[in-house]
């Protein structure tokens, strides 16, 4: 049998609407910013692996979008401390690539989603180290 609740409920006190709450357009930028800083910080640790100019210019340019995302503040860079491997980090940096791909697209951002996509297809085309196979049985 169905009794009415008599109480109010504990979610809709004046303390509870006083909790700052974020749209879901601050929430996707947030998530993208930290994608793309991520990427950008594989990216640096590539950049000192394999000296390349492309990554130079990739690294550069999510800087600049991670700072856009971020209101101007610009990311932290990353300084490689030893030399990586470049299969793990080009496999690491597409993965990212992927993430910020879907997200820019479901926030239809434009400049970030083509930017992500440019380094996935760069990521997926690099050199990788030969992976063993197993003996079939």
Do not use: N, W
Request: proline letters at 8%.
């Amino acid at each position: 049998m169905y009794e009415a609740i008599r109480t109010k409920s504990v979610h809709s006190t004046p303390a509870a609407s006083d909790f700052p709450h974020r749209s879901r357009e601050e929430e996707l930028d947030i998530q993208l910013a930290g994608h793309l800083a991520a990427l950008l910080a594989v990216t640096d640790e590539l950049r000192g692996t394999v000296p390349d100019p492309e990554l130079d210019t990739a690294a550069e340019r999510l800087a600049e979008q991670v700072a856009r995302l971020r209101d101007g503040r610009p990311p932290m860079r990353a300084v490689p401390a030893a030399p990586g491997d470049p299969a793990r980090l080009h496999r690491q940096a597409h993965t990212l690539a992927g993430r910020a791909l879907v997200v820019a697209a479901s926030r239809a951002d434009t400049a970030a989603a083509i930017l992500a996509a440019e380094r996935m297809d760069a990521h997926a085309g690099a050199p990788t180290a030969p992976r063993q196979l197993s003996a079939a049985r």
